[in-house]
């Protein structure tokens, strides 16, 4: 182990938007964003020292400010992950390199759009209407998308812990569509709005699609989402 480490060599960076700061360029790399929506971060390139548990060159990604936040992935390998979504409104990252082994690095841009590619999985996460959930109302004249996925052969379940969105008979103003698919295309699972689903929504395909609307004026508290994977169709149930 007799080579200096050269960490940040052939690391590129592209941060689109100037609200992002680059800390410390030393051994350990750390970027933190906090902007007004949901950091999503996709990478375009990326080659990293591989190892099964990536307990070399790696780097992690945080849903919060630091590394005491729940850790979002820790990624290695020459396989481009995929995009990483925060649930709040920022994002810690830190790369770390050993001494030895030196790939190529990675790009990844990030941007303030809300929404975003999400995977669902046996455990549950969280899905919130905007960033500020529980300090201010959504905003208005947003339109996002969330895609859940999962492993096929898994449906995907969702349960409302919060839901206040402005009411209209026909949900014509601010509204949530869920679909059992890809887009919106597939097939519609319902338009809510004002006090939401009563139950929980599940859908058996291995996608979902979430689409929130907003118009300008008139805004509520917003959603709280959990998601999850689910392997039993006897949990075949849209409202109640
Ligand atoms: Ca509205």
Known sequence: MSPPAQSVLGIRRQIRKPSASLVDPGPTSQWTSSRASQPLRVFSEFEIE???????DHLEAFDGDSDTAAIL??????KIPEPLVS???KMYMRFISDA?????????????ECGGRLKAEACQKNLYSHSQFGDNNYPGHTDC?????????YGIELSFITFEVEEEADCGYDYIELYNGYDANSHRLGRFCGSGPREGVYSPGDAMLIRF????????????????SSKFQENLHTRK
């Open 50 to 56: 591989q190892h099964q548990e990536c307990a070399y």
């Open 73 to 78: 992935g820790r990624l290695c390998g020459s």
């Open 87 to 89: 649930t709040g409104n």
């Open 100 to 112: 030895s082994v030196q790939r190529k690095g990675f790009q990844a841009t990030h941007s303030t």
């Open 145 to 153: 998308e969330w895609l859940l996925t999962t492993e096929q052969g």
């Open 213 to 228: 609307h907003s118009d300008d004026t008139i805004s509520k508290k917003g959603f709280h989402i959990r998601y999850t």
